[in-house]
């Protein structure tokens, strides 16, 4: 314990994030959070200003999935508490760690529908994994230490902590915890051996082994880990959407997302393996169809740190609760210690090969120059492995998933659990913070980036530039897809009718703004944001009666994928 000088609540709460390792928050100033304002002004914070709350939480909520440390938050009370809300739940969703503080109106006055008072802990309670109301100043040292400390370990989640107004203002004597203990809080991360010999003898036994690598691998960081046991099993691997980065997509045995939207060999080869090897995935309805249709024919082992996953969806044989890294970690050295070999003649592996040569082929794309595969593949030509890629939520996600290979694991992010639109560009901006070092594009479509364009704004004025790679079917085209498909085409709420102009967006925020309508032009202006010190927006119309495929329609199985005629 550090003992310090009296401080307001305000001071405690920056010098309690500084002990953290903070260097930035994104966020807006209002009323009920002004003091803490002013004690950010004297602190070695950084601020970046967002233009509302909402994607202050999607910048934050990116910062921390790329650096796999908290991104931090402000809000005020009120509307602003409110604005952060779906930046919670996205962040819980997919599993990302971030700290909100939001200001609260003074104690004495909760509960009596002060002026822009909400009861965000109320609210927020179902979307993250703690919320805090530190009553009293010198409660806020330990409200910020145990907030990072929940955010980060075990399953990563968001925190809120809701401090009232006066909480910030009043002085108190301050004692700064060096650890923390939460009574019922035991992040699960030493897995039980037993149960990893228990997998791999399962797996050496299975003739058809597939592993189905989820989001858990990359916050976990278990690339080299899930690679080495692949490669020393032989064993092709397949990912969630969540998943998508966490396994290199030009390896041999990579088959890449299954799913509504997965590979149609991924989903295929998925439909004849006898053995999945789950690892950090939930099981959700868009990657594996119909619950009881996929468990039916499946021995399963699942990997996972939360051990509240373990039989949710499926029924697994056997459970390897812990970690993932650590997990495989054991795993690779149990395995070096067998005597077993490969097969110079594994026919399972032979037809896995066979089954994607075929699909790589055959998958009917649209024949238009600017197809959303064509284009997509002249930005994986264009931009380095390393750049990083965020999406927004629509059709150009599901293309993405498709057609954009990630090369280098770690390197792509999206919303995935909640599909919230207007993610992908401000999450675009808190992973440039992460990684100043590294290109980021945010693959976008028109319809998604309508929702948080004005974060353009944050931007251009802090300095952060990313590329727009804007995918533009004049619509919601993803609603535009099912309404052709499942209601016999009648139309309704998704022609946007060509507005904005988006150049003119751009450069109206001082941005760089690029129209792309040929693939030579599209790859110079790739190459044009690359170099460019601002924001760069890159409209890229496509046909709007393009559609994705393949697609599994919702509560049907895999093997009733429907491909392009």
Not at 155 to 169: A, E, F, S
Not at 190 to 209: H, T, Y
Request: proline share 6%.
């Amino acid at each position: 314990m550090i003992k310090m000088e009296n401080m307001i609540g305000a001071k405690a709460l920056m010098v309690a994030m500084e002990k953290e390792g903070v260097k930035q928050v994104f966020g807006l100033p209002g009323g009920a959070n002004l003091p803490m304002y002013d004690e950010l002004s004297k602190s070695n914070i950084r601020h970046i200003l967002a233009r509302h709350e909402q994607s202050a939480a999607h910048m934050a909520d990116c910062f921390g999935r790329v650096s796999r440390k908290p991104g931090v938050c402000f809000a005020t009370s009120g509307p602003g508490a409110t604005n952060i809300l779906t930046g919670l739940a996205t962040a819980h969703a997919d599993s990302a760690p971030m700290v909100a503080v939001v200001g609260q109106v003074p104690v004495a006055m909760i509960g009596r529908d002060a002026f822009q008072e909400s009861d965000i802990i109320g609210m927020s309670n179902p979307c993250v994994k703690y919320a805090f109301q530190p009553r009293a100043p010198a409660e806020i040292p330990e409200a910020v230490k145990k907030s990072f400390y929940i955010a980060e370990t075990g399953r990563p989640g968001p925190v809120l902590i809701d401090v009232p107004k006066d909480v910030q203002q009043n002085e108190a004597e301050m004692t700064f915890p060096d650890v923390v203990k939460m009574r019922g809080y035991h992040p699960w991360t030493d897995p039980d051996i037993a149960n990893v010999e228990r997998a791999i003898q399962m797996l050496l036994g299975s003739e058809k082994p597939i592993i189905l690598a989820g989001g858990g691998v990359i916050i976990a960081s278990a690339f080299a880990e899930l690679q080495a046991v692949a490669e020393m099993l032989m064993i092709p691997v397949v990912t969630t959407f969540k998943g998508k980065g966490s396994f290199p997509e030009n390896h041999a045995l990579s088959l890449g997302p299954i799913g509504m939207h997965g590979h149609a060999e991924a989903n295929k080869l998925m439909i004849e393996a006898d053995c999945v090897f789950a690892l950090g995935t939930r099981f959700s309805d868009r990657s594996v169809g119909t619950f009881e249709e996929f468990e039916k024919r499946l021995k399963i082992i699942h990997m996972d740190v939360d051990p509240a996953e373990i039989g949710k969806n499926q029924t697994a044989q056997v459970a390897v609760v812990g970690d993932v890294k650590a997990s495989l970690r054991i795993m690779i050295k149990m395995l070096q210690q067998k005597a077993f070999k490969k097969s110079d003649d594994n026919k399972w592996i032979k037809h896995v090969e066979e089954t994607k040569d075929y699909w790589r082929k055959n998958l009917k794309i649209h024949p238009g120059e600017m197809s959303a595969a064509k284009i997509l593949r002249k930005l994986r030509e264009t931009i380095p492995h390393e750049a990083i890629c965020t999406t927004e939520v629509g059709q150009h996600q599901m293309w993405a998933s498709l057609f954009f290979d990630v090369i280098q694991p770690g390197t792509f992010f999206s919303s995935t659990g909640l599909g919230t639109m207007g993610w992908g560009f401000p999450a675009a901006i808190g992973a440039k913070v992460a990684r100043p070092d590294v290109p980021v594009v945010d693959i976008a479509g028109d319809g998604s980036f309508n929702m948080t364009e004005n974060s353009l704004a944050t931007s251009v004025t802090e300095g952060i530039p990313v590329i727009v790679f804007l995918i533009n079917n004049y619509s919601y085209g993803m609603v535009a897809q099912w309404q052709r498909t499942f209601y016999d085409r009648r139309m309704i709420g998704v022609d946007q009718k060509g507005c904005p102009d988006y150049v003119k967006i751009a450069e109206s925020y001082g941005a760089q703004g690029i129209r792309a309508q040929s693939l030579d032009e599209l790859e110079k202006a790739i190459k044009a944001g690359l170099k460019s010190d601002v924001a760069t927006v890159i409209d890229i119309p496509i046909d709007p009666e393009e559609d994705v495929f393949p697609f599994v329609a919702p509560g049907t199985p895999l093997k009733d994928m429907i491909l392009p005629s």
